[in-house]
């Protein structure tokens, strides 16, 4: 699918439909589920999966900086492009009054380092660390420069900042889902 957000014009019904992180990316999220409603077969399933901004940190964490501005900057720039990256805390409501039943929202918190005490979350912290690390200039170049204004490396270096924290093993910080 090009752009889930314009118009779907499958001629064929699905028995599943799954997507999972574009929260940086869907201006109307009420329209992708009434658009995945309409194209499921009934008794058809979808699943979406989507993280929320700010990234937070549990009890006894020493406190965020780098990473907590540049939330607070990606929140700011997305909702001047008509995008609410917080969106995911209404996904209930919203595939209910399009018409989905036996809705559930499962929120899950994903460590991101290996400061977790077991090793199941250490693993996952270790991934998901990985993965946001590699992703931080994607999410922030476009967003920074042409929306909030700053220079090109004013926004890499805050995202070398918030990688660099990342890697500070007092920080423990989480991404919500
Ligand atoms: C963070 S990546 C997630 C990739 C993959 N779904 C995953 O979970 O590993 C975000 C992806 O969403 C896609 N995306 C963002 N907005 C979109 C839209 N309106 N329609 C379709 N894809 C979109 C981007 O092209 C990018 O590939």
Not at 26 to 41: E, G, M
């Amino acid at each position: 699918m090009d752009d889930i957000e314009s118009d779907w014009t499958y001629n064929f019904p699905f028995d599943f439909i799954h997507a999972r992180f574009l929260s940086l990316g869907i201006k109307d999220w009420k329209r992708v589920f009434a658009q995945s409603f309409a194209n499921l077969h009934p008794g058809g399933w979808i699943e979406f999966q989507e993280f929320t901004f700010p990234t937070t940190t549990v009890e006894n964490s020493k406190p965020t900086d780098a990473m907590a501005q540049f939330c607070e900057d990606v929140i700011t720039a997305t909702r001047r492009i008509g995008v609410d990256p917080q969106q995911a805390e209404h996904f209930g409501p919203m595939l209910e009054e399009v018409g989905f039943e036996s809705v559930k929202c499962k929120r899950l918190y994903w460590p991101m380092g290996d400061w977790p005490g077991n090793a199941r979350d250490k693993q996952i912290g270790l991934w998901a660390r990985t993965n946001i690390m590699s992703g931080l200039d994607a999410v922030c170049l476009k967003l920074f420069t042409k929306i909030l204004g700053k220079s090109v490396e004013e926004a890499q270096l805050q995202a070398a900042l918030a990688r660099r924290e990342l890697m500070d093993p007092e920080v423990h910080q989480r991404v919500n889902l």
